[in-house]
């Protein structure tokens, strides 16, 4: 039972893509995902997540916007950050802070399509995002 995180584990992955119809057929076809939830940013980007099949983690496939240039092979870093599902992403937020971890975002409601989220991000010790999550 981990005591400092409340209810935590890996929510989604995220997964920039020059093609978003490509991959998101890629991980249905191929690796069996099914979708559980697709919407559209402000921006103009697609966005999905993909359902792992497992009960918990998912894809989250994000379609580049379409003012951006798609970049190349070499240039690119598709996966963009770990998302943790918690109960409490303000509470988690709060103690990177606290300890001198970068934040990136602070907490925030946020739609996605449909669906109600509490999120937040901070830099781990070696640059990586990490997202904090909360459905509902």
């Known amino acids: 039972m981990n005591t400092r995180v409340p209810g935590v584990g890996i929510h989604h992955i995220a997964l920039r893509t020059n093609d978003y119809e490509r991959t998101v057929e890629f991980y249905q076809e191929i690796l069996g995902c099914t979708l559980k939830l697709a919407w559209e940013a402000a ?3 697609k966005l999905c997540l993909l359902d792992l099949g497992a009960g918990g983690p998912c894809i989250e496939v994000i379609g580049h916007g379409p003012d951006e240039p798609a970049a190349t092979p070499g240039q690119f870093h598709p996966w963009m950050h770990l998302t943790l599902t918690t ?3 303000d509470r988690v937020w709060r103690a990177a802070v606290e300890a001198g971890y970068p934040s990136v975002m602070e ?3 946020v739609m996605l399509g449909d669906q109600p989220a509490r999120i937040a991000f901070f830099s781990g ?3 990586e995002v990490l997202e904090v999550f909360r459905e509902g």
């Open 43 to 45: 921006d103009g980007r």
């Open 87 to 89: 109960d409490d992403p």
């Open 107 to 109: 907490p925030k409601d």
């Open 125 to 127: 010790p070696s640059g």
